[in-house]
């Protein structure tokens, strides 16, 4: 699928969130049924990219249990969303400053979705809303933990991130048949991550679709494809995004187009 076929597929799912003044953020949860499939590679230099479009980007880790954003940003930042959520401290002083279009909402390690309910998730949401973001990217966990679940339903639009192997396609689609069950008003789209070109994306893209269209009549566009590339581990071990460390890599490109569709899909959002 072209990345115009993605954009006009999304623009059609996506609802809108109303005009500049006031409106709330666009929500993209990136999210996944198997874990280690670069959710958080992904998460991190997404926002990363947007900010460069200077779109106001929030970076939301939602990993209760081993969160990783703030360390791919090499920081570590005194408060925690885990303190918002039990009302122990102010979003406010959670919110870490990473660039001047870029702020952090990190996790701490060790958590559960159970310190999280929806109501308070929801209402993190609502005050990041208050806030004037414009994009809020969050990095969700593996699987389908109940918080994990709730944040792709607040979500305006669901990344499900796979590889190219069976076991992640298989549960790429256990996450999609679960988001389907929950009502949810966003969008879902598929991002294939660690292929060598888009035939491997697009082959992925048909596997998934052959067992979601058959058993729950549901297509998932897909949003964007990420090369495997040795500049990712590279970028990990440095504690430097990938979009500031290498932005010429394939993989740092590849994730600049998919925010080039977003960055169209929330313009469009926006009319
Ligand atoms: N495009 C890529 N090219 C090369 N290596 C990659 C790529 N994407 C991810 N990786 C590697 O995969 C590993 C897992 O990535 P990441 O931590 O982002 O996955 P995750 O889905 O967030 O994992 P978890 O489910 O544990 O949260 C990283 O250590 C990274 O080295
Ligand atoms: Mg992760």
């Known amino acids: 699928m072209s990345e115009q076929a993605a954009d006009i597929l999304l623009r059609e799912q996506t609802p809108g969130t109303g005009g500049a003044e006031g409106a709330r953020p666009f929500v993209v949860a990136v999210s996944s049924g198997k874990g280690g499939v ?55 002083a959670a919110l870490h400053s990473l660039n001047p279009t870029l702020d952090l909402l990190a996790g701490k390690t060790g958590g559960t979705t159970k310190d999280a309910p929806p109501a308070q998730l929801r209402e993190t949401l609502d005050a990041l809303g208050r806030r004037g973001y414009d994009v809020v990217v969050i990095d969700n966990a593996a699987g389908s933990q109940d918080g994990t679940i709730q944040l792709c339903v607040l979500a305006d639009l669901s990344i499900v991130v796979a590889t190219d192997e069976p076991t992640s396609i298989v549960d790429a689609y256990g996450l999609i048949k679960i988001l389907k069950a929950h009502s949810r008003e966003g969008a879902l789209g598929l991002l294939v991550n660690n292929i060598i070109d ?63 569709t977003l960055d169209r899909v929330l313009a469009e959002s926006r009319r």
């Open 198 to 260: 888009r035939d491997d994306a697009d082959d992925v893209a048909k596997k998934v679709n052959l067992a979601t269209e058959k058993f729950l009549d549901l297509h998932i566009p897909l949003v964007g494809f990420v090369p495997y590339d040795r500049m990712v581990r590279q970028s990990i071990v440095s504690q430097a995004p990938l979009i500031e460390q290498a932005r010429d890599s394939e993989a740092a490109q590849a994730i600049e187009l998919t925010a080039a």
């Open 38 to 92: 670069g959710k958080s590679v992904i998460a991190a230099n997404l926002a990363l990219a947007l900010a460069l479009k200077q779109r106001r980007v929030l970076l939301w880790d939602g990993d209760f249990d081993y969160p990783n954003a703030h360390i791919l940003f090499g920081v570590e930042p005194r408060g925690r969303a885990n303190d918002v959520y039990s009302g122990r401290i102010k979003l406010d």
